[in-house]
């Protein structure tokens, strides 16, 4: 059975790595990463150090509900590295799905700016950090949402996630 996973947090937590990560290790599964539907606009205004708007977000959370889609139509499952920030977005990402899952990947604000300077990133730096944080409305852990601490290593995390979805599919 096919589910549709989507491995979110703010920029710096690990979500690109987790996320490929667990794909790899989840039957049938392709990685999605949220990072790569960004239209250009998106991508130069947060090179420029502008936070993006809701406007801003609503057409990509449309994209990446359908490549979702298409990869459930194919019989696969779609595991997703996005930010997914707010409640309103989530929604967005799961229409159409039934019980779709979420991780979220929960660090402090220091631990993920001190990450964040020590990377190159084709345009997130740790100037839009603060916006991210204050953006964010953390996910409550439950039946589909797993809260993971990120001062875990990846190999634990992925570990973790990885279980908990086969446990889900059972």
């Known amino acids: 059975m096919s589910c549709f996973l989507v491995i979110m947090g703010v920029s710096g937590c690990g979500k690109t790595t987790v996320t490929s990560a667990v794909a790899e290790r989840l039957a049938d599964s392709v990685f999605l990463e949220g990072d790569d539907f960004h239209p250009p606009a998106n991508k130069k205004k947060m090179g420029n150090g502008i936070p993006l708007t809701d406007e801003d977000r609503r057409p990509w959370f449309a994209e990446l509900n359908a490549a979702a889609q298409e ?50 990133h084709e345009y997130m730096t740790s100037t839009l950090l603060e916006s991210q944080f204050a953006t964010l409305e953390e996910p409550e852990a439950g039946e589909n949402v797993l809260v993971l601490s990120i001062d875990e290593t990846p190999e634990e995390i992925v570990n973790r996630v990885v279980d908990w979805v086969e446990d889900r599919r059972r």
């Open 71 to 120: 990869a459930v139509g194919q019989g696969k499952t779609p595991v997703l590295a996005c930010s997914a920030l707010k409640e309103e977005y989530r929604e967005a990402l799961f229409r159409g799905f039934n019980k779709p899952r979420l991780v979220f990947l929960k660090g402090s604000f220091d631990l993920i700016k001190s990450r964040m300077d020590a990377r190159d």
